[in-house]
């Protein structure tokens, strides 16, 4: 197995990596609050950890990765309502309707960027009973109290011995500082200290008995849980988004060490933040665009549709802990090389080979490696993927030579990289296909426009619905019929 560093935010240094279990990794990530669409910013975090897991795959580690649902528990940051629970007031409908409306949605939308669905997707709402179990023991080792129903963690006691602040780099002070009285926290001994357990107040629709009060369980213990339960009390990577360190994943570790004693993870991973027009996506301010407007291409802020390979190439073109603002004109630059490199997959089809090879190929794939090594270092590695496409072209225009083996070593690394590791599909098949696909769908077009004419209006709806099921969206206007591809 080739040896891979990552980088760890806990210590803030590239490290080494050495599983617990030689071969074997276990790996949580933090999954979406299952309230609304996922935007493009979410689907860059978790794109970034399947790019990693395809790795690990890849050099041959045996991955349990674990993603939770959050579907119940989060609340607004300042704390006054519960996501889901107003979501579901909104639209009117039962906060389990939300959480399935919008979990079917996020595992849509990734699969349409080809992410791997993780080994285990556990809920909050699914494990009530070992969260309750949790809290138990945090309050008998001293380190959480009751007040009218509700549990708090006591952070001024677990920072006696243990360091509050040791992921996020925080000193207590200031967080005690930076911490507004909001309402609700007038039961709170200091306000640091968060909730394990709420009481519901009798507008809250999602509620569960528990020794202390009829309530809900706190948004971070979710995924000390769940993580303890299926990868262990000590466990190798643990991964979200930056705005995650904190207070979710500092919350995480107090939780972890208050209930078993013990440093939960080893490596900590964060990935950074997709912006547009230079701000961070997010669902509340409405700085975001949604998948389906950019294969759509239905967004104002693009000229055209963008295939997820392309969308999805665009964010490996960055390491996944910088900064990557979103734009029409990176988006163009990206589909640029994509096409140029999947051009080449072609191309490798039909090389002719020679006695000797003037490209080093073995050299070639140890730079690929090194570059994934290197704390997953996916431009690096694009760079060299390019070093191989411009040595491809010389090859067939007959200015350099490969021998057969080298060839074929060659074809299976590039292949590799490009669909197991980076994740990319070849979508320029359907695009050598796109005036064929032109030809039939205006055809049909033209039968559906006399279909009307003779008020034949069972038929013209069939060619439209018939269309939308294969993935061809009509849209009629004073100018005529055109159509967008949607799959
Ligand atoms: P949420 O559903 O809000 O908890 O977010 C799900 C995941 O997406 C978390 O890991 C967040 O850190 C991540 N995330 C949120 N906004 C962005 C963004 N603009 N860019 C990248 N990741 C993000
Ligand atoms: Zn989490």
């Known amino acids: ?98 959480v399935q409306k919008y979990t079917v949605d996020f595992h849509k939308v990734l699969e349409k960027y080809n992410n791997l669905p993780p080994n285990i997707e556990p809920t909050a709402t699914g494990h009530i009973v070992e969260q309750i179990e949790t809290i138990q023991k945090i309050i008998d080792n001293g380190l959480a109290y009751v007040v009218n129903g509700s549990v708090y963690f006591d952070v001024l006691k677990y920072n006696e011995k243990e360091n509050y602040g040791i992921l996020s780099k925080r000193i207590i002070e ?19 200290d968060f909730a394990l ?24 213990l979710e995924c000390t849980v769940m993580s303890t339960k ?32 013990t440093n939960p993870v080893n490596y900590w991973m964060h990935t950074n933040m997709l912006t547009l027009n230079g701000k961070k996506m997010s669902k509340s301010t409405g700085n975001n665009i949604l998948p389906n407007e950019i294969y759509e291409g239905t967004s104002k802020l693009l000229s055209k549709a963008f295939s997820p390979s392309v969308t999805r190439f665009f964010m490996m073109q960055a390491h996944y802990s910088s900064m990557l603002d979103l734009s029409n ?65 010389l090859i067939k225009d007959k200015k350099e030579t490969i021998t057969k083996q080298d060839l074929e070593l060659l074809s299976t690394t590039l292949k590799a990289f490009i669909y197991d590791v980076l994740g990319l599909e070849n979508t320029m098949a359907s695009s050598d296909n796109s005036d064929v696909l032109n030809g039939v769908v205006e055809m049909l077009i033209k039968i559906r426009n006399e279909a009307k004419a003779n008020k034949d209006y069972a038929l013209s709806d069939e060619i439209r619905d018939k269309l939308k099921e294969k993935g061809i969206q009509l849209k009629d206007s004073r100018e005529g019929t055109t159509f967008t591809v949607i799959n």
């Open 1 to 98: 197995m080739e040896a891979l560093k990552i980088y760890n935010s806990l210590t803030q240094k590239k490290e080494l990596f050495k599983p617990i279990t030689k071969g074997f990794v276990g790996m949580y990530v933090c999954g979406p609050t299952v309230y609304s669409n996922v935007h493009l910013g979410n689907v860059r975090t978790f794109m970034s950890f399947d790019m990693i897991y395809r790795y690990l795959l890849h050099i041959g580690y045996k991955v349990r990765y674990v993603r939770n649902i959050t579907d119940a528990g989060h609340l607004t940051d300042d704390n006054s309502e519960d996501k889901i629970s107003t979501k579901a007031r909104l639209e009117k409908l039962e906060p389990m309707e939300i």
């Open 174 to 192: 200031d967080a005690i500082e930076n911490t507004r009285t909001l309402d609700g926290q007038s039961d709170k001994k200091n306000p640091q």
């Open 230 to 261: 299926y990868l262990g009390e000590n466990f190798d990577i643990h991964g979200g988004g930056m705005d995650l360190k904190f207070p979710h994943h500092e919350c995480e570790i107090a939780q972890a060490k208050a209930c078993n004693h």
């Open 329 to 393: 004109e990176a988006l163009l630059a990206s589909e640029k090389g994509f096409n140029r490199l999947m051009d080449t997959l072609n191309i490798l089809e039909n090389l002719e080979t020679s006695k000797t090879s003037s490209f080093n190929v073995h050299n070639w794939k140890q730079n690929c490696y090194d570059a994934m090594n290197d704390d997953f270092n996916t431009p690096i590695l694009i760079a060299h993927l390019f070093d191989a496409v411009k040595n491809i072209n």
């Open 197 to 220: 357990w709420k009481k519901a107040e009798p507008e809250h629709i999602q509620r569960w008995n528990s020794p202390w009060s009829v309530g809900f369980p706190g948004w971070h």
